[in-house]
Nanobody, 113 residues
């Protein structure tokens, strides 16, 4: 069965950067799109970014546009989320998603001074 394994989360100061990785157990071309979502304590899960696996087209939440970049490495069956200029409000558990409903275990991102 398909599995998604995430890594790269951690503690970072405001203005810092992190890169999250999502490794799939099979070719990401199996899925029409992959993405990243996040969930802060006491809040619902929200979309961060998505990428079309065939065209490379991307979509971003307004709150992260210009700061976050989603990308893919088809040879490595991997999707990345580069996060720059991090803010405290970016603190959340970040989840990798393969459409329609396959999810990773989540990785904690904490932005604090």
């Amino acid at each position: 069965q398909v599995q998604l394994v995430e890594s790269g989360g951690g503690l970072v100061q405001p203005g810092g950067s992190l890169r999250l990785s999502c490794s799939a157990s099979r070719s990401i071309f199996t899925f029409s799109a992959m993405g990243w979502y996040r969930q802060a304590p006491g809040k619902q899960r929200e979309l961060v970014a998505t990428i079309n696996t065939s065209t490379g087209g991307t979509n971003y939440a307004d709150s992260v546009k210009g700061r976050f970049t989603i990308s893919r490495d088809n040879a490595k069956n991997r999707v990345y989320l580069q996060m720059n200029s991090l803010k405290p409000e970016d603190t959340a558990v970040y989840y990798c998603n393969a459409q329609p409903n396959i999810w990773g275990q989540g990785t904690q991102v904490t932005v604090s001074s």
